[in-house]
């Protein structure tokens, strides 16, 4: 681990790079169906509690988020999976100025991570930048297209994200428990979920659970 740190500041020592043109990006999963909850008292000795969740629909959404070490957030990006834009994938409630793409199976791939660097960089015009990622071999095609643009891309070690990477440290697993308790709440309060959650609804969820923005903005005023 101490020679992932060097390594890192090393390369930021090297390049001259401020902390707001240090840059965090990474992808969570939100599960609607075996989420974990509270806990409960049963019978002794009793296997299964029934929990009242939804039916048909969505079984996971996943979005992609973005900090830098001088506690900047840029608004979430959302993944579905389809190939279509529908009506309902968008909501008037979503996270201010978010955004939405579409995956074979709802998960970032090559292609989607490729454009959503591609986003970013014409987003941030300040240069050199460093991006730090996980090591996934679908960033590869992102880490070539950042090379050509004075952007380096700082891999985490493998096996190492769970103590190394900003966001899953800092800010997803305080979401995670927040959002998990009010995913239950939704699912307890609503009389109809044989239709199951569309994705306009869960976007809603997804801001007025989190405050998500609020988060990363508030909270994350450290050094990555």
């Not at 629909?57 to 900047?72: E, M, P, Q, T």
Request: one cysteine or more.
């Amino acid at each position: 681990m101490d020679i992932h740190f060097r390594n890192f500041k090393k390369l930021q020592d090297d390049l001259k790079v401020p902390p707001e043109n240090i840059y965090n990006i990474d992808e969570t999963k939100l599960e609607l169906f075996h989420v974990k909850g509270p806990k409960v008292v049963v019978q002794k000795g009793q296997k299964r509690v029934e929990r009242k969740r939804k039916g048909k629909g969505l079984r996971h959404i996943s979005f992609v988020v973005c900090i830098n070490a001088a506690g900047k957030a840029l608004p979430p990006t959302f993944l579905f999976a389809g190939k279509r834009v529908t009506k309902n994938l968008m909501s008037k409630d979503a996270p201010e100025d978010c955004e939405f793409m579409l995956t074979d199976k709802g998960y970032m791939d090559s292609a989607a991570w490729l454009t959503y660097i591609q986003r970013f960089l014409s987003k941030v015009k300040e240069r050199p930048l460093i991006i730090v990622t996980d090591g996934h071999k679908t960033r590869d095609a992102a880490a070539l297209y950042c090379a050509g643009e004075n952007v380096e891309v700082f891999r985490l070690q493998s096996h190492t994200t769970h103590c190394t990477q900003p966001l899953d440290v800092s800010v997803f697993a305080v979401f995670k428990q927040k959002w998990n308790k009010d995913f239950d709440t939704f699912c307890a309060e609503s009389k109809d979920l044989n239709n199951g959650v569309d994705r306009a609804t869960i976007t809603a969820l997804v801001k007025g659970s989190s405050m998500l923005l609020y988060v990363l903005n508030s909270c994350l005023n450290r050094p990555l």
